[in-house]
């Protein structure tokens, strides 16, 4: 068997992009090459890799045996084409996916105190929902994800992060921000502005206060944060968010905190799919992750 290094990139492209149509823009190569290449290693290997469903490519089983052992013999060879590079351009091949949040709010710092300190380039970053970046980590397609905690997923490992905490912001005007002290039914019948099913805001929100409510009634749902504090900025009604998100517009005093009795937390942690190879640029990011969380515990 002579496997080429050819036929392992197109591999992997087709597994992280889900067509050849993507992968052929990805490698620069034609579709047929492309297709051409994947029946070669088909061939060779003597069995399919993919489910073929409509227009997309699906690793089968053998096909995800296969993907960590051909994610680490590709990164390997990208750390021999660039030994004699820069260690600055390196890091800049490691590919991070982050929820919203954590994207908008925290990670930009991070990423910024990670170029300063270590002198490299800036990773690139990849922000969508938690499904997202788990089945993205599980295609090799990203690096590392931060992420709520409680995901649940088998295939990941998961080390703990920083915390967060969740507070219920009303506008500014709201007769609620008089009391000294709510409880969670007194926010009964309260309109709700609230994060899109399956995004962890929202799976916090349903948690926390949903499930608790007899009445709930969401208002509006809007996939992005900025757009919800903007929302009860201009008093459409309550909304569930992170305390990280909206410490400016309370600071100007566009929405206020509800002095809620219990207290709403919630950990992120720093998620690799468990066969992943983890190079040497991949740990000195996650190394400096750990730093980080020593250095600012929340």
Same mark, same amino acid.
């Given at each position: 068997?002579?496997?080429?290094?050819?036929?392992?990139?197109?591999?992997?492209?087709?597994?992280?992009?889900?067509?050849?149509?993507?992968?052929?823009?990805?490698?620069?190569?034609?579709?047929?090459?492309?297709?051409?290449?994947?029946?070669?290693?088909?061939?060779?290997?003597?069995?399919? &890799? @993919?489910?073929?469903?409509?227009?997309? #490519?699906?690793?089968?089983?053998?096909?995800?045996? !296969?993907?960590?052992? +051909?994610? *680490?013999?590709?990164?390997?060879?990208?750390?021999?084409?660039?030994?004699?590079?820069?260690?600055?351009?390196?890091?800049?091949?490691?590919?991070?996916?982050?929820?919203?949040?954590?994207?908008?709010?925290?990670?930009?710092?991070?990423?910024?105190?990670?170029?300063?300190?270590?002198?490299?380039?800036?990773?690139? &970053? @990849?922000?969508?929902?938690?499904?997202? #970046?788990?089945?993205?980590?599980?295609?090799?397609? !990203?690096?590392?994800? +931060?992420? *709520?905690?409680?995901?649940?997923?088998?295939?990941?490992?998961?080390?703990?992060?920083?915390?967060?905490?969740?507070?219920?912001?009303?506008?500014?005007?709201?007769?609620?921000?008089?009391?000294?002290?709510?409880?969670?039914?007194?926010?009964?019948?309260?309109?709700?502005?609230?994060?899109?099913?399956?995004?962890?805001?929202?799976?916090?929100?349903?948690?926390?206060?949903?499930?608790?409510?007899?009445?709930?009634?969401?208002?509006?749902? +809007?996939?992005?944060?900025?757009?919800?504090?903007?929302?009860?900025?201009?008093?459409?009604?309550?909304?569930?968010?992170?305390?990280?998100?909206?410490?400016?517009?309370?600071?100007?005093?566009?929405?206020?905190?509800?002095?809620?009795?219990?207290?709403?937390?919630?950990?992120?942690?720093?998620?690799?799919?468990?066969?992943?190879?983890?190079?040497?640029?991949?740990?000195?990011?996650?190394?400096?992750?750990?730093?980080?969380?020593?250095?600012?515990?929340?």
């Amino acid at each position: 068997m002579n496997i080429t290094i050819r036929q392992l990139r197109a591999l992997l492209a087709v597994a992280q992009e889900g067509s050849i149509a993507n992968a052929s823009e990805k490698l620069f190569l034609t579709r047929p090459a492309v297709s051409q290449t994947l029946q070669e290693l088909e061939r060779q290997f003597g069995r399919k &890799l @993919f489910h073929r469903v409509s227009n997309r #490519l699906i690793l089968n089983s053998e096909g995800k045996q !296969l993907l960590p052992y +051909i994610d *680490e013999l590709i990164q390997r060879i990208n750390q021999i084409e660039n030994f004699f590079s820069s260690d600055f351009e390196n890091y800049k091949n490691i590919k991070i996916g982050t929820t919203k949040t954590i994207g908008n709010y925290l990670l930009p710092n991070v990423l910024q105190r990670f170029h300063q300190e270590l002198g490299v380039g800036y990773p690139s &970053l @990849f922000v969508g929902s938690t499904g997202d #970046l788990c089945a993205k980590l599980q295609t090799t397609e !990203l690096d590392v994800a +931060i992420m *709520e905690k409680d995901v649940q997923d088998v295939t990941l490992n998961k080390l703990p992060w920083l915390s967060d905490e969740m507070i219920v912001i009303a506008p500014p005007d709201s007769t609620l921000g008089m009391a000294s002290e709510l409880e969670i039914a007194d926010l009964d019948k309260q309109l709700w502005v609230a994060r899109e099913q399956g995004s962890g805001s929202r799976e916090q929100f349903d948690f926390h206060i949903g499930r608790r409510l007899k009445h709930p009634h969401i208002a509006m749902e +809007i996939n992005a944060t900025e757009a919800i504090i903007n929302s009860v900025i201009h008093g459409i009604g309550l909304a569930f968010v992170s305390k990280i998100a909206v410490t400016q517009a309370i600071a100007h005093n566009l929405v206020r905190a509800l002095p809620m009795r219990e207290r709403f937390h919630r950990e992120f942690c720093i998620a690799t799919y468990s066969e992943k190879y983890i190079g040497p640029e991949l740990q000195a990011l996650l190394d400096f992750l750990e730093t980080y969380r020593q250095q600012n515990p929340r």
